[in-house]
């Protein structure tokens, strides 16, 4: 693909569809992240104690997963242009272990807040905290399926595989990461 | 092209160390400030090196860069 075509606004890496998701989802998280400022500067000092109940390291791990899960996607989609396809599937493989890593760790939080009676219902933060983080572990396990998807495609079809897919998939794995990095601070951080 | 992933994955993962080491520091509007930087910071990386926008039409890189500001811009207005 020249530069020029590259360059073009209908022809972002991934193309332009994937793009367009990406921003809608972004837009759709804003307001969400918007929302949660807003009532977080409210009602600061009950924001403060309910964030005060997560576990910051928890919260740190998950996101050194999905920053390696995703530079893993990235190294993946380097070694496919170099036509080195082993490479290629074994750096989608443990992008999709990591991704699995994060989902799990998630769930030992989740068990945990239930158990301690922190559901929807326990605060206005813990509304943001459960449909935020559940809305956004949903995605992640719609990557991990794209991922495997990309990665079976690649196995079957070799070098006949579309490049152009492989970027989609790989970068709805990064919206994944944009979304979570603009999450984690505000949830278990800066409260 | 492979350097530049590994540079910049070795930076995501040390922006998240010192922001979560500084989230323990009594709170200030400077350390709520640094954390938010910090992650707009991450969020322009993974979008630049890693979905590769740093190759894209300068619609997208502005698109990505004006959401990030605006969104930790907000942050740190009502959180500070």
């Known amino acids: ?191 | 092209m492979n350097r530049t992933i590994n540079k910049s994955y070795i930076a995501l993962i040390l922006l998240t160390v010192i922001g979560v080491s500084m989230s323990n520091l009594p709170q200030s509007i400077s350390i709520t400030g640094l954390i938010i930087m910090m992650a707009v910071i991450k969020f322009i990386i993974v979008g630049f090196q890693f979905m590769e926008l740093k190759k894209a039409n300068s619609f997208w890189k502005a698109l990505l860069i004006i959401y990030g500001i605006l969104i930790g811009s907000i942050y740190f207005i009502l959180l500070k």
Request: aromatic share 18%; glycine share 8%; with cysteine.
């Open chain 1, 1 to 191: 693909m020249s530069i020029a075509t590259q360059k073009s606004i209908s022809n972002p890496p991934g193309g332009l569809l994937i793009w367009i998701v990406i921003y809608l989802e972004l837009l759709t998280y804003g307001i969400a992240f918007i929302g949660l400022a807003y009532y977080g500067s409210v009602n600061r000092a009950d924001f403060h104690n309910d964030s005060l109940l997560l576990n910051r390291t928890i919260g740190g791990i998950n996101t050194v997963l999905l920053l390696s899960s995703g530079f893993l996607v990235a190294k993946g989609v380097f070694a496919f242009k170099l036509k080195e396809l082993t490479k290629t599937s074994r750096y989608f493989s443990w992008a999709m272990l990591l991704g699995l890593g994060f989902l799990t760790l998630k769930g030992f939080e989740y068990y945990d807040k239930i158990m301690a009676g922190i559901s929807m219902d326990y605060s206005s933060f813990y509304i943001f905290y459960w449909l935020l983080t559940a809305f956004h572990w949903v995605h992640v396990l719609v990557g991990i399926v794209i991922l495997f998807f990309i990665r079976r495609s690649i196995i079957k079809k070799q070098y006949q595989a579309n490049l152009m897919d492989i970027e989609a998939g790989a970068a709805f794995w990064h919206m994944c990461d944009l979304i979570w990095l603009l999450l984690f601070p505000i949830l278990y951080l800066i409260f």
